[in-house]
DNA sequence: GTTAGCACTCTTTTGTCGCGAGTGCTAACT
DNA sequence: AGTTAGCACTCGCGACAAAAGAGTGCTAAC
């Protein structure tokens, strides 16, 4: 749908005025916001039209104009200037993502909770996806007479870490075995392939071992799975309460959608593209139906891996929030890249 | 301050139906309430006299009483029945913190998401403080070419690993150069006599080695800075809309303080006893002047290490939730001294 | 010491009214 | 044909008033 020029300036005035103060905004005070030599009821019978279009709807008869989700979108698709970001709000963003020698859980953990107050939103990030990971090397260090923990490395850089006890004391002898079933049975093997099936199989095929094996091996699984889950990090939920208003009833059930990871990593990972805004309805939670998200991907040796967001108020300031968010996302996938790949 | 049989029954049935309704309770109601063969009108006197004392107040004259917070103290001190837990609450409770092998964080984190789950209020606990504790072993693990995982334990079972990473490439003689400088300088020391001072006059000891080793010897004095610091583990901060109205405007200051760890552990701390409730502005935190507070501490080998409380409005249920809260801290409790105790 | 009765207070609800903001439409103008 | 001025119209909102309702405090009698 082409609009004119003279509808696009107002639908793009409209717009940012209503993200600006929340109020409908109405004809006059259109009129001096824009610079247009019109009167106010040639910008009514633009309005109207607009309205007409589904751009714009009005609370109630005799209030002004505001946005609806469709007027936000043509707003975000086609009038938004995207102006580049000011080096005072780059070298803030830098500050608040540099980390050094951390894991890219807290690397992760602080761009959430530092995005999330640069812009008072709610912000999510996920942790680097494992899928097409394979082990790269498996250690173990005895810290006690029964207990040891278990190292896993994988091939995207990924290093986890488990505790795990043994029935009975440990012997240099048992630590062997332990090295030779690893490195029989998991080096080399992607991640997704280590299922209950296959250790069942292994456990079987080591017979009388089996039994002081099994904590270790099973062990071993567990820090598979937890390498390959993506995590979900989470910040400024209080954010939420800053703009009640905005979210009406749904606010209690956003907060609640935001504890449980699952669903939001479904949202952040259902897009393609570079960057993706999703503005009310548009994705398919009805718990976001009043708000919009701002996502971006980071990419880790040029691979799409993971994804960080913001979620606020559908009338979020997009013209300003999507470059911070697609700048912050970039500056983390070249840090995560950096700290995966130092070896 | 003694009060007559009859109005601490007074006292505590307004109490009572204000914690389940929310509503101020007036003289009629509290008659049904009530099995007592007095009329309405000698219950208004009584209640007269309970406000006079301060235990009860009006938010407006024609309205019913409220409890004020010398009112909840005065019930929770005197009046609360304390039933034992039912049976199905406790294997409930159980089952809310029951896992297997996991880490002390994991299981506080768990431990306060499920207790928010179950009480509707947020929930916070801290994890055992490594105060006097001492470090036992350290190891290295390498997992890359110039990568490597330093494992630490401490006297009191806490397990922390960080990966670290050299500036040239690891070799052997590095790795038992690194070992050297632990058992002589490390092993046996207390957490809290590694301040930055001790690292520089080892450092300075070191010579021509100190280069090549600052990367491991700092990564070890982190890792007793975060085995000795308490972290708060925060969960169901959502259910603080849940009782929005109760808060008031301090909804959002109170998310915003559940947040900032810290003060939370100070909060925490701040009382000896085996359990307490902090009711209203009894904690000096003026976020909390809406919210009562009622925390338990748990033992490890016998001596308290950690907390775990609930924060709700000042009208929560007491009487059934202080025993909740103290019978999953002492389960917890349990929890973390067989695991930090398996060795 | 207890109770019934009643006047009193204060909130809440409902209704009405007028104001103001903003619209949509029409007729005139360029 | 597009633009504008003018005007009647709609609707929300705040003010105000009246009525209803809840609950109290006090007094006088039991």
């Keep these: 749908m082409e609009l004119s020029q003279r509808k696009e300036k107002i639908l793009a005035a409209v717009v940012e005025h209503y993200i600006r103060t929340g109020e409908p905004v109405g004809s006059k005070t259109l009129l001096s916001a824009l610079d247009i030599t019109v009167s106010s009821a040639t910008i009514r019978n633009e309005m109207a039209e607009l309205a007409a279009l589904g751009y714009l709807e009005q609370p109630h008869t005799?209030?002004?104009?505001?946005?609806t989700n469709e007027g936000y979108r043509y707003y975000v698709d086609n009038l938004m200037g995207v102006r580049p970001l000011d080096e005072s709000v780059k070298r803030q963003i830098e500050a608040g993502v540099s980390l050094k020698n951390a894991s890219p859980e807290a690397i992760l953990a602080k761009a959430s909770e530092f995005l999330a107050d640069m812009t008072d939103c709610a912000a999510v990030s996920t942790t680097p996806s494992g899928e097409n990971a394979t082990i790269k090397r498996i250690e173990f260090v005895p810290v006690g007479t029964r207990t040891g923990m278990i190292v896993l490395l994988?091939?995207?850089?990924?290093?986890?870490?488990?505790?795990?006890?043994?029935?009975?004391?440990?012997?240099?002898?048992?630590?062997e075995k332990f090295y030779n079933i690893v490195k029989a049975s998991f080096i080399g093997l992607p991640l997704d392939e280590i299922d209950t099936a296959t250790l069942q199989t292994l456990v079987a095929s080591m017979g009388a071992d089996a039994l002081t094996m099994i904590p270790f091996v099973s062990a071993v699984s567990e820090l598979a799975q937890e390498a390959m889950r993506t995590m979900v990090m989470l910040g400024g939920q209080s954010n939420i309460l800053r703009y009640r208003e905005d979210y009406g009833t749904t606010a209690y059930e956003l907060m609640d959608f935001l504890r449980r990871g699952e669903p939001i990593s479904q949202l952040l990972a259902n897009s393609k593209a570079d960057f993706d805004v999703k503005i009310g309805g548009e994705n398919k939670f009805k718990q976001l139906e009043n708000s919009s998200v701002i996502m971006a991907h980071y990419n880790i040796d040029g691979d799409n891996r993971g994804s960080i967001g913001i979620i606020g108020p559908t009338r979020i300031d997009y013209a300003s929030l999507i470059p911070s968010v697609r700048y912050l996302t970039d500056l983390v996938g070249e840090l995560l890249t950096q700290t995966l790949n130092e070896e």
Excluded at 154 to 175: F, P
């Design 62 to 67: 005799s209030a002004g104009r505001i946005p």
């Design 154 to 175: 994988t091939s995207t850089g990924v290093i986890k870490s488990k505790v795990c006890r043994s029935d009975v004391d440990l012997n240099s002898s048992m630590i």
